[in-house]
């Protein structure tokens, strides 16, 4: 149906830079929200950040200040650009588009690995 293709992810050093891409194709409709959530070994789905097809915004209060998303309704992509890393951003990171709110339906993307060294 949908295909999501996540790039970006890899190893970084404590306080560097990375930059997810998030690219929808295949039977797409128009998508309402995207976003990217993560997932540390042992732990639950967070949200990091969503952007709607307007441009509205929301951030997990732990990458606030760090972390911006963005997004090209043209290309149905979107960015994680993630400044000052920690080693507690260290998860695989989740691209999910949602278009439930115009027929279609949430997507999920197969994860990417973003490891953050001390």
């Known amino acids: 149906q949908v295909q999501l293709v996540e790039s970006g992810g890899g190893l970084v050093q404590a306080g560097g830079s990375l930059r997810l891409s998030c690219a929808a194709s295949?039977?797409?409709?128009?998508?309402?929200?995207m976003g990217w959530y993560r997932q540390a070994p042992g732990k639950q789905r967070d949200l990091v950040a969503t952007?709607?097809?307007?441009?509205?915004?929301v951030y997990a209060d732990s990458v606030k200040g760090r972390f911006t998303i963005s997004r090209d309704n043209s290309k149905n992509t979107a960015y994680l650009q993630m400044n000052s890393l920690k080693p507690e951003d260290t998860a695989v990171y989740y691209c999910?588009?949602?278009?439930?709110?115009?027929?279609?339906?949430?997507?999920w993307g197969q994860g990417t690995q973003v490891t953050v060294s001390s």
């Open positions: 295949g039977s797409v409709v128009s998508i309402n929200t």
């Open positions: 999910n588009v949602d278009s439930r709110l115009y027929g279609g339906g949430a997507y």
């Open positions: 952007i709607t097809r307007l441009g509205s915004t």
